[in-house]
């Protein structure tokens, strides 16, 4: 389905019935990443997805894609389907953008599950600004490569062709977000990630060219003190095979939040995706428990 949020076209799906729940995708991803959560959840939620400004078949818009703007559009959609408060999960630049939501709408979020989160790694307050942002770039790179390996990249930019084994080296890529050996013990996990990510460039390449790294710039340079704003109920679960954001990047974050629980699952960045059994019994209790 698709609604007028913020002056462009949002495409949404809800399932289920009760108390609001909203998931929040990562970059590059969309709104299917989170099927079996939402089989998992609307039981007992009425369960929202939807696809972050250009992706999935949200349009783009017209105007530069700031944190403001992926917050407010959120909002618009809240508004557009008469949600007045929501337990909100996101991942990774999700996460992001929950916290941002947070930040500018606290009355409309019941309760955060920021998951595969990359803030606890850049809001160290002894950081240099300069490390910080190399450290950031670092991340975005990651984040990024599944979309064009770096070599692909070089050859694009020098007129060059790419190697014939570019694809191997884009599976690679894709592998990292997962634990080691699961493309060889779960090989339609990999598949079904790399099918959403060819869907996605699709409809990219219909709207216009889209560079996510921008969105999670926008996203990830959050000060570190409104964090300290933070007071609702909040779980953050990290995979401890992630070799984006590693479990000990929540170490920093913890004293913004004054109710907060860590949990870390033996999964890789796409946590949900790889264990969601025991991605689902964790975020249920949370979400079902009147306080932590």
Same mark, same amino acid.
């Given at each position: 389905?698709? =609604?007028? #949020?913020?002056?462009?076209?949002?495409?949404?799906?809800?399932?289920?019935?009760?108390?609001?729940? =909203?998931?929040?995708?990562? *970059?590059?991803?969309n709104l299917d990443v989170?099927?079996?959560?939402?089989?998992?959840?609307?039981?007992?939620?009425s369960t929202l997805t939807?696809?972050?400004?250009?992706?999935?078949?949200?349009?783009?818009?017209?105007?530069?894609? =700031? *944190?403001?703007?992926?917050?407010?559009?959120?909002?618009?959609?809240?508004?557009?389907?008469?949600?007045?408060?929501?337990?909100?999960?996101?991942?990774?630049?999700?996460?992001?953008?929950?916290?941002?939501?947070?930040?500018?709408? @606290?009355?409309?979020?019941?309760?955060?599950?920021?998951?595969?989160?990359?803030?606890? *790694?850049?809001?160290?307050?002894?950081?240099?600004?300069?490390?910080?942002?190399?450290?950031?770039?670092?991340?975005?790179?990651?984040?990024?490569?599944?979309?064009?390996?770096?070599?692909?990249?070089?050859?694009?930019?020098?007129?060059?062709?790419?190697? @014939?084994?570019?694809?191997?080296?884009?599976?690679?890529?894709?592998?990292?977000?997962?634990?080691?050996?699961?493309?060889?013990?779960?090989?339609?996990?990999?598949?079904?990630?790399?099918?959403?990510?060819?869907?996605?460039?699709?409809?990219?390449? !219909?709207?216009?060219?889209?560079?996510?790294?921008?969105?999670?710039?926008?996203?990830?340079? #959050?000060?570190?003190?409104?964090?300290?704003?933070?007071?609702?109920? =909040?779980?953050?679960?990290?995979?401890?095979?992630?070799?984006?954001?590693?479990?000990?990047a929540v170490e920093p974050?913890?004293?913004?939040?004054?109710?907060? !629980?860590?949990?870390?699952?033996?999964?890789?960045?796409?946590?949900?995706?790889?264990?969601?059994?025991?991605?689902?019994?964790? *975020?249920?209790?949370? #979400?079902?428990?009147?306080?932590?």
């Open positions: 389905m698709k =609604t007028n #949020a913020n002056k462009i076209m949002v495409n949404y799906e809800v399932q289920g019935s009760g108390p609001w729940f =909203t998931l929040i995708h990562g *970059a590059s991803n989170w099927s079996q959560q939402v089989e998992a959840f609307s039981p007992y939620f939807y696809d972050i400004r250009g992706h999935g078949k949200s349009d783009l818009g017209t105007e530069p894609v =700031t *944190a403001d703007i992926l917050v407010d559009d959120l909002q618009s959609l809240f508004e557009a389907l008469g949600i007045s408060t929501s337990t909100v999960l996101g991942h990774s630049m999700g996460a992001e953008l929950a916290i941002r939501f947070y930040l500018k709408y @606290p009355h409309m979020v019941d309760k955060l599950i920021l998951c595969n989160s990359i803030m606890g *790694a850049l809001l160290s307050e002894q950081e240099p600004p300069q490390s910080r942002i190399n450290r950031c770039n670092g991340i975005m790179g990651a984040l990024l490569s599944e979309q064009e390996p770096p070599q692909s990249k070089i050859n694009r930019e020098h007129g060059r062709s790419d190697n @014939p084994n570019s694809s191997l080296d884009r599976d690679s890529k894709i592998a990292r977000f997962f634990s080691p050996g699961l493309a060889q013990s779960k090989p339609e996990v990999i598949e079904r990630f790399k099918e959403m990510l060819t869907s996605n460039r699709n409809q990219r390449s !219909q709207q216009g060219h889209l560079h996510p790294g921008g969105m999670v710039g926008e996203l990830i340079h #959050a000060p570190s003190g409104k964090l300290r704003q933070v007071t609702c109920p =909040t779980l953050i679960i990290s995979g401890l095979n992630d070799m984006i954001v590693r479990p000990s974050v913890k004293k913004y939040f004054s109710n907060m !629980q860590v949990k870390t699952i033996p999964a890789g960045h796409h946590s949900f995706i790889e264990l969601p059994e025991e991605f689902n019994r964790i *975020a249920l209790d949370f #979400a079902l428990r009147k306080s932590i």
